[in-house]
């Protein structure tokens, strides 16, 4: 009898149906497209009050001074003094965010079929749960808070080394894309760590299990060295992925029962078209005596028959 698991990050489909079922990549990419513009989308309609956010923000750096863990002055004053490694830090936070995840999804699509679905809805659910962390708790990220608070904008301190102005990772001119204000919980923290697991779970090198710890660890210091986040942020974004993934089972089985849904109203009509045509080839296209149908094979004679047995008509038994 098949055997499945309970649907989790540790899915995998047993049933020789199962490995078969491929998800294609012609119906994938235009799903992982809307759902990232529906995202991004969210993201410029979730601008809150300036206001509120550096509020936000103030009481985040509070609560942190509070429970001594206010990593990111340090971190931030080693970045904006070290060229040597500010600048390759913007360079993280710019550009690996948009290309390490992508890669990894596109290998898990190709080396880990069975496993592909269950962490595709991973990340999506954990993503749209940011989304939604963006719209009630708008939050100022370091380098915009006054200066008085002992922060730099390394991005804009290091801006002539890359393509990116003062306003967080867009390229110059077009800062009014991106919402500067979407920084609790931090999704750049969320995604690495969510690269981390698919590399220590499906990578068969220990460069790759290595490559899933330190991904995620850098990522975290990057997004506080530059200012771009609160420690509190990294936190927040890891347990987004935690809820994330504890929702997926549930998002996946809404998504089949969806598909089953729909599968049963659809497909009456499609069987119903199907019949017609059908009949139209068996019922009313009726071929008259002695006439061929195209590509059809003509009976194989007896060898051992006679010439008058064979126009005869008499059955062979008679025969």
């Given at each position: 009898?098949?055997?499945?698991e309970t649907p989790g990050i540790e899915a995998i489909p047993r049933s020789r149906?199962?490995?078969?079922?491929?998800?294609?990549?012609?119906?994938?990419?235009?799903?992982?497209?809307?759902?990232?513009?529906?995202?991004?989308?969210?993201?410029?309609?979730?601008?809150?009050?300036?206001?509120?956010?550096?509020?936000?923000?103030?009481?985040?750096?509070?609560?942190?001074?509070?429970?001594?863990?206010?990593?990111?002055?340090?971190?931030?004053?080693?970045?904006?003094?070290?060229?040597?490694?500010?600048?390759?830090?913007?360079?993280?936070?710019?550009?690996?965010?948009?290309?390490?995840?992508?890669?990894?999804?596109?290998?898990?699509?190709?080396?880990?079929?069975?496993?592909?679905?269950?962490?595709?809805?991973?990340?999506?659910?954990?993503?749209?749960?940011?989304?939604?962390?963006?719209?009630?708790?708008?939050?100022?990220?370091?380098?915009?808070?006054?200066?008085?608070?002992?922060?730099?904008?390394?991005?804009?301190?290091?801006?002539?080394?890359?393509?990116?102005?003062?306003?967080?990772?867009?390229?110059?001119?077009?800062?009014?894309?991106?919402?500067?204000?979407?920084?609790?919980?931090?999704?750049?923290?969320?995604?690495?760590?969510?690269?981390?697991?698919?590399?220590?779970?499906?990578?068969?090198?220990?460069?790759?299990?290595?490559?899933?710890?330190?991904?995620?660890?850098?990522?975290?210091?990057?997004?506080?060295?530059?200012?771009?986040?609160?420690?509190?942020?990294?936190?927040?974004?890891?347990?987004?992925?935690g809820v994330g993934l504890a929702l997926t089972?549930?998002?996946?089985?809404?998504?089949?029962?969806?598909?089953?849904?729909?599968?049963?109203?659809?497909?009456?009509?499609?069987?119903?078209?199907?019949?017609?045509?059908?009949?139209?080839?068996?019922?009313?296209?009726?071929?008259?005596?002695?006439?061929?149908?195209?590509?059809?094979?003509?009976?194989?004679?007896?060898?051992?028959?006679?010439?008058?047995?064979?126009?005869?008509?008499?059955?062979?038994?008679?025969?």
């Open positions: 009898m098949p055997q499945t149906t199962a490995q078969r079922i491929r998800l294609r990549w012609w119906t994938e990419l235009p799903l992982i497209v809307m759902v990232y513009a529906s995202y991004s989308a969210g993201r410029l309609l979730a601008r809150g009050d300036v206001s509120s956010a550096v509020d936000h923000g103030l009481t985040i750096l509070r609560v942190e001074k509070f429970l001594h863990l206010n990593a990111e002055h340090p971190l931030n004053r080693l970045f904006t003094r070290e060229s040597w490694l500010g600048v390759p830090a913007d360079f993280w936070y710019a550009s690996l965010h948009y290309l390490v995840t992508p890669a990894i999804l596109v290998w898990v699509f190709r080396s880990h079929a069975v496993r592909y679905r269950v962490a595709r809805t991973w990340l999506m659910t954990s993503t749209f749960i940011g989304l939604i962390g963006f719209t009630l708790l708008p939050t100022c990220p370091p380098r915009l808070l006054t200066a008085s608070h002992g922060f730099v904008d390394t991005m804009a301190q290091y801006s002539d080394y890359g393509w990116w102005g003062g306003q967080a990772s867009a390229p110059r001119g077009m800062g009014g894309m991106t919402n500067q204000y979407a920084a609790m919980p931090s999704l750049h923290v969320g995604w690495a760590l969510w690269c981390g697991v698919m590399l220590w779970r499906h990578g068969r090198t220990p460069a790759a299990k290595v490559a899933g710890i330190v991904y995620p660890l850098f990522t975290t210091i990057v997004v506080m060295g530059t200012a771009n986040h609160y420690f509190l942020d990294a936190v927040a974004g890891a347990a987004v992925m089972p549930l998002v996946l089985r809404f998504a089949d029962a969806a598909r089953k849904r729909l599968a049963a109203r659809f497909a009456p009509v499609a069987l119903a078209s199907w019949g017609a045509r059908s009949s139209i080839v068996s019922g009313e296209c009726q071929t008259s005596a002695g006439e061929r149908i195209p590509r059809q094979r003509e009976p194989r004679a007896d060898p051992d028959a006679s010439p008058a047995s064979a126009d005869d008509g008499a059955p062979a038994a008679a025969r």
